[in-house]
């Protein structure tokens, strides 16, 4: 029976299986719900228990709708939701906490006083990132500093932080392993990007003890073999890890020097490949590592937007607009343009390059004449113009325009959206027939863990599904461009 690698896509809302063959085909795929818990508003956890049981129950049924034999499974690769903090306790393997999510905003209040005292620079120098309550550390601070007994447990070494990465190697393993790679490690205000390591400056600003943190390994390499699991044999190598961003842009085949992707999933992350050299941002940009293969390690400028698909969602869910999120694209495209209404997607706040968490989402340009459907195109518009700031801001700190912008992620099957995209960054983008490079790239890297796959080989085995081209002339370009920012100046402080 041919070999086939398992690859674990664990995201916000649910666990994804995938089995994917030799020829980097999918041959089975299964996705169960993670339960979310929302203990205050603005707060968002999760259950590191419901993580590892709907990954279990993913894996079992993607083996089987495959037809897949287990014992054939010739590696195992993770990619993950980044920031997502777990702390658990090394002797019974059980979380102390409930997982903390990226998506939590519970230290805000400790990110502003940090700042207040000018550690801003401190970390973004060493970090590559700024002081948001989205990244992992201020998330392991608020619970050795809440949770009962956890700090004294930490500081006797009884306790291990890691990110969901390192919290499922850890279960995979029987609790052998404690590890993670430099994607996710790098999205932890605790590494430093340049040594590649945890930092021992920052862990003691934070007042986190350095025996929390996990042994880092390159994305491509070893992490351990599977033990004591139920639906998988003893002796299964993890040989591919990688943040969920890092991976699609992996799995997009972006491997050089410039080359960029944007994933449109719940939110929208954009990532450009600034080869072996840290790009320090200007344009407030994150800079980050890619992933570390063969000894070589890529370095990325990210910028993210919170809201992309789930401003499709809030059409569906909140104001009854259509009844599935498909359903958005027909009823855009019923008017030939969004009549000069505009919509930014701030809806919890807005990232890169603001990073506002006090802005608010807005609808601009409303008249009676303003339909359900002009109000679903500028909501679609709203997404891309989003990402065309982002890109601005990336070919400012690269020093050099983008050529082309390879798309991913469930919203770029929406052709309309994508057509937009074209014509407001006046670049093709690109999609691939597999839109789910995010599980691909994770798998690509096991298997070049394994000496399955090459580089060189994996770039000939990547395909296009769909090049659009922009239409736009330079002045319609600039029309949507300056009413955008005009609304964003209207919701954001920081841009007034």
């Known amino acids: 029976m041919a070999k086939f690698i398992l690859a674990l896509d664990e995201g ?18 299964a996705a169960n719900e993670i339960r979310q818990i929302y203990p205050k508003p603005g707060w968002v956890e999760h259950d590191a228990e419901d993580i590892w049981n709907a990954t279990v129950m993913s894996a079992r049924q993607a083996m089987e709708k495959a037809g897949v034999d287990p014992k054939d499974c010739a590696a195992v690769a993770i990619t993950n939701q980044r920031e997502t903090s777990v702390i ?30 000018g550690l801003e620079q401190y970390f973004r120098h060493r970090t590559g990132l700024v002081l948001d309550p989205y990244f992992s550390g201020t998330k392991v601070r608020w619970m050795l500093d809440n949770v009962p007994g956890l700090r004294a447990d930490a500081e006797a070494g009884k ?125 407030g940009l994150l800079t980050s590592v890619g992933w570390t293969v063969d000894g070589h390690t890529n370095y990325v400028l990210e910028g993210s937007s919170f809201i992309a698909g789930a401003a499709v969602q809030w059409l569906r869910d909140s104001l009854g607009f259509i009844k599935t999120a498909p359903e958005v694209e027909e009823l855009a495209a019923s008017v030939p343009d ?10 919890a706040g807005l990232g890169a390059p603001y990073w506002d968490p006090e802005a608010r989402g807005g609808l601009f340009g409303l008249t009676r004449g303003a339909t359900r459907a002009h109000i679903a195109r500028a909501v679609l518009e709203g997404i891309a113009l989003q990402i065309a700031e982002l890109l601005d801001a990336m070919a400012k700190d690269l020093g ?43 798998a690509m890297l096991a298997g070049i863990g394994i000496g399955m796959w090459d580089m060189n080989r994996l770039r000939e085995m990547a395909a296009v599904d769909h090049r659009f081209g922009p239409q736009f002339v330079q002045a319609e370009r600039d029309a949507y461009l300056n009413r955008y920012k005009s609304a964003v100046r209207c919701v954001c402080g920081h841009a007034c």
């Open 159 to 283: 306790c291990a932080f890691g990110t969901i990465d390192t919290w499922l190697i850890h279960k995979l393993t029987a609790g052998v392993s404690h590890v993670t790679d430099p994607s996710n490690a790098c999205r932890t205000l605790l590494f430093n990007i340049e040594r590649l390591q945890f930092d021992d400056a920052l862990l003691g600003v934070l007042k986190i003890p350095r025996s929390l943190v996990p042994e880092v390994r390159p994305s491509a390499g070893h992490f351990g073999v599977t033990k004591g699991l139920d639906f998988l044999p003893d002796g299964v190598p993890i040989t591919g890890v990688c943040g969920d961003q890092q991976s699609a842009l992996f799995g997009q085949t972006c491997f050089d020097e410039g080359q960029s992707k944007c994933t449109y999933g719940t939110g929208a992350f954009l990532l450009m490949n600034t080869g072996e050299k840290m790009v320090p941002s200007t344009h």
């Open 12 to 29: 916000t809302t649910g666990s994804t299986a995938m089995v994917v063959g030799e020829d980097l085909t999918f041959l089975g795929k």
């Open 400 to 442: 050099k325009p983008l050529t082309e912008l390879r798309v991913d992620g469930g919203a770029s099957a929406n052709n309309l959206m994508m057509q937009f995209q074209a014509d407001i960054l006046d670049v093709p983008v690109m999609r691939p027939k597999n839109i789910e490079t995010t599980a691909l790239g994770a």
């Open 88 to 117: 658990w306790d090394r002797d019974t393997g059980k979380a102390r906490f409930n997982a903390i999510v990226w998506q939590c905003r519970r230290t805000t209040a400790f990110c502003e006083k940090a700042k207040e005292e």
């Open 338 to 347: 969004s009549a000069g209404v505009v919509f930014v997607p701030a809806l």
